[in-house]
């Protein structure tokens, strides 16, 4: 099977200091991949310069033979590559439903005069944007709350709420840097279960940055280690997490910290 | 479970609690009813000031959307409602049809947003306010050295615009004019708020990295919001003109657009009826002041309100109101 | 829904405003009719109003003109008043600015309905209520607002007493020319209207096409007048003519001396005034001034009376705006007192009919069935040692 | 080039550097104020303004002896600044833009209160210097303009040596860097920050008294130099110190060219002009502001 999305040698540079160097990695249709390791290791700077936050020092980055590097972040999640932040983003005064509606924005939408008029096209457009985001709501079980400010929200549905906003319309390349971090034991657990559910009926192609490693384990049939910048191990979690590099990255640091 | 939305089948489209649909009804009743006292039951001189209540609101609709929808502090929203209200000044001098003038304050205001916006959307913050600033200061230069035209600080006579019986200056005339559009940008803020393009711009106020992550295209985004605001503002300057019949430069300095930001801000951004509060503000309050003789209180007020709200009631009074309906527990769900 | 079936939606209190606005055309020398319904007049009361600069930068002279007005009208009232109507005098502030006069004006006229506009300060904010004083057809009386858009038919409703600054300067010029040969004039004016006339008025004292005067257009409160002596010294003319405010003269000239020009000046009325001599007198030796009102030390018995008269209902000394103000006050009594009834088409009448009215405070006033400019004279002063010395009295163009 | 144009060019010129000296002690204020809270007070120009209004006002009409009266207009400039920081910045919502919004709620506040207590004009303040002139090759050298110059240029260069040479000076760099970081190796950062907001209070209040005697002034004479100061800030970059500290000198020297050889009129639209074109020809890498904080 060919991969859908290809990195070749990618390396991303902030002055002097190499953040990525050299990855070169290759994500198949519907798979679901872990990307461990250590604070610092450039997992967020390669999912920034997937998704197109951060522009590249040398290298490639093609997403079914399109070349992605010259596009801006907006047009490459117009292509299906959206991602989730750390902290969650979200429209602070304003309901779950409208903040999962604006994830609608990869739909086509009518153009302005068609919006601000009500024409025809932007009526269909709003009915089908508010069945899908109806849908989304119920699957992650967020409709009790579909009506409330996300700012008075706990954090666990702020962070149902980002991925239902990225889930409304279905991506091709999902990118998500931390999902579970500062979740509890329960939510993390719901959490695990809705990615899976969503991952398997969709075929989508998953990419989480996560620190809880028990969490990869459970979620992901494949993760790639990276520490400074580099590719240090890959294979399935348990495989990755045996490699004496890893352990080095991971314990070496911790006990060193 | 199906978890995946399947957009190929129908959905039932998501319904709002029916209670709402009758507060609106009753809210739409009461509110036309006094649209309709007014007229009857009040003065010349406060049907003239109920006009100006309605022309502010729409210019204060306008700073909403660019501001309170997108973000993008503008200083210079008074020179926008000031280039509305000086095409309708200069409209009888250089013998400008009355058919034309509203495509001309259009095409000029998106001009307008456009020359501000541009330069600017490489900008945030404090940089975004100092050219929107300038660009204010620039608009005042340019009716200050343009006498044979306009007057300059001395500002200049509107004739009034008559179709048929219609004389803008006329009170109830006035009133009407006003009411169409304040009517007119109402509406379309309404379904602005509803539209994606409303949305985007929430999203891009919030978070600009958020936006692109949901494949937002930030820079189209931002000057629609800049060219729907100039808009708005230039439509409202232009029945200003026409209602008032008079401009001078003073009604649309930096102090101007800082009135319209209190007016936002106080109301509540991103809230049409925020916008309406804040415009009922920055046009009654002075009155009150000048009523009881001491018209300068109200500077002092708008420096204090501003500084109050921002501090203590962020969201400004509707937020506040809401607040207060969420203590007395009259909106439990 | 057509316009009309609006409007008859509306019921009768529209109708009525409608009705009004049809009756308040464009009203002209019509005659006296004393039939005619007035707003602003009850069996006991006629109600005028103006407004003047109480706060801001030209403050002084709508407080002191204020001042004196209402001085007047207290002193008439306790008389009995006009005609057994008291005075109900409203006085708002219009800051100086065009658009805060315009707002005044409109809430004297619609929502206090005054029966006459009664006096005014300062020009710009005058200008700016005048289409609105005309399209309701409010008679205005003696406003201190100098400017040649004034005094003519084409604002039939304005009855000018301030001379504009076309004579003034042509006056003031004229005399230049006679008493110092002079060659070479320059001119720093508040851009637009004033300065236009002070320019106009220069060239027609001067007579003569060949010399020009270099005009140098300023905006009030302009911060830093450096750029504007430099342009002055290039020039290097012999007399400087400045129509600028107050403060804006003084700082003007101190930066003239601060650069090491130091022509001859020549200012209009408003630098013939005790606050600008106490900042700026030693700037301003020499330099000649125009005067529009009497001096308060003036031997003439009218000029005495006044100011015993003010002193005796204030119980303080008046200055120059007071004494403008009493004067405005005293042309709209007098006004009334002739009027044949209490209608704006007899005022008006009454206005027409006055003849050489000597008020000692300014030159005698006339106007007539197509004369609005009621004066035409000013006299001249000249500052020196912080002191102001007259050197022409009251004197007519030709 | 004839020698009355040399004289004028020169008379151009320090007068320019003069007000640039000026601009360059308010941009320093302005600077130190963004360094530690990160933040712009539009109404910077007002807190010297009330100062110098009350101590005319104290001078002038209440007749207080001179020296009182300044030092009371000071102690006012130094406390509006000091609660401006203590009272609303370090309150405000992070919001978009409300520290400028409600920074200029301040300027609307301090502006019409000064009108309201202390009336428009303050006119025939302290000369300080402005009546001394002397002559040289044709040009009016006013003891003013050196003044200003000489204290733009010892402020520049004071600030600088404060900024490198001293530990004040690594203190304020740590906490403009890192607060969190700068707190926890033992620095007072808000004692600093209202410290540095205090002496913002004191630079404004000094460039607002020499203006005061160079200008007309009115309850907003502060204004629009103070817009000319935040605009050489962001051609500079209020990070760094002397692009924009040069660019003060910069913008007063250009804008009174500009005003010479083309008019009054003139100095408007020039700056605008100006700014246009700097930030459509300037490398976006050198505008960008710090983004939003790891993604």
Redesign the interface.
Known sequence: MTALLKLDRVSVRFGGLAAVTDVTMAFSPGSLTGLIGPNGAGKTTLLNAISGFTAITSGHIAMNEIDLSPLSAAERARLGVVRGFQTVRLLERETVFDNVLVGCERLPQPGLLGQLLALPPERRCRARDLAATETTLRDLGLLPIAHRRVDELPFASRRLTEIARLLVVRPTVLLLDEPAAGLDTRDRRALVESIRTYHEAGGLTTIIIEHDIELVRRLCPYSVALDMGRIIASGSPNEVLSEPAVQQAYFGVRSGA | MRLVPDLAVPHRPFQRAAGRRHGALFSAVALTAAWLAIPVLLGQYEVFIAAQVMIYAVATLGLDIVYGRAGQLSLAHASFFGLGAYTAALSGPLGIPLWVQPELVVLLAIAGGIIVAVPTLRLSGLRLALVTLLFGELFDWAIDHSLALTGGSQGMTVAPMTIGPFNSQGTVDAYLLASIIALGATLLTRQLARSQLGRRMLAVRDSELASASLGVPIVHTKITAFILSAVFAGAAGWVYAYVVGFVSPTTFNLFASVYFLVAVILGGAGRITGAWLGSAYIVLVPEVFNLVGYPNLFPVLGGGVLIAIALFLPGGLVEGAALIRAQLGLHRR | MGFRSVLTCFGTGSLMVLAMLAVAGPAGAAGCNPNEKSPGVTATTVRLGATMPLTGSAAAGGLGAGAGAKAYYAMVNAAGGVHGHKIDFTLLDDEYSPAAAERQMRVLIERDHVFAIAGGEGTPNFLAVVPLIEREGVPAIGPYAPSSELGTMKTPHVFMTAVNYITEFAIMTRYVRESDYARSFSLVGVQGNVGDDAKAGMEQGIGNPSIKVDYIPEIPGTPDFTPIATQLRRENAEWTFLILTNTDTGELLEAMHRIGYNPRTAAWAGMNDPGYIKAFGPVSQDMIVAEETAALDSSDPLVQQFVTQFTKETERAPGKFEELGWVQAELVVKALQDAKALTRSCLMDSLEQIRDFKTGLLPPITFGPDRRQGVNAVGLVQIKGGKVVEIVPFRALD | MPA?ALA?AA??TL?GLA?GGLYAVLMLGVILVFQVSKN?NFAYGQTGMVGVFLSYFLYAVAGIPVVAALLAGLALALLVASLTDRL?IR???A????D???T??????????A??AF???A??YLKLL??W?T?RGGV?I?ANDILCLLLGIAVTLGGHIVLTRTSLGTSLRASAADAAIAKSAGINVLGLRTAVWTVSGLLAWVAASLFAA?????A??M???V?NV??AG?IGG?DRYWPPMIAAFTIALYQ?WA??LF???AG??A??IL??LL??LVP?RY?E?RH?A??
């Open positions: 009355a004028d008379q151009v007068s007000t712009i609303i309150n405000i919502p919001r978009e833009g409300f400028l919004v409600v200029l709620g301040e300027l609307l506040l301090l502006t019409s209160l009108q309201l009336g428009t004009n006119q025939s402005t009546n002139t002559v009016f006013n160079r200008l007309s002034v009115n907003f004479y204004t629009p130099i817009i935040f605009i962001m209020l009174s005003i010479y008019g009054e009129a408007t639209p700056v605008f700014v246009i930030l459509s976006k505008l502001e939003e790891r993604a």
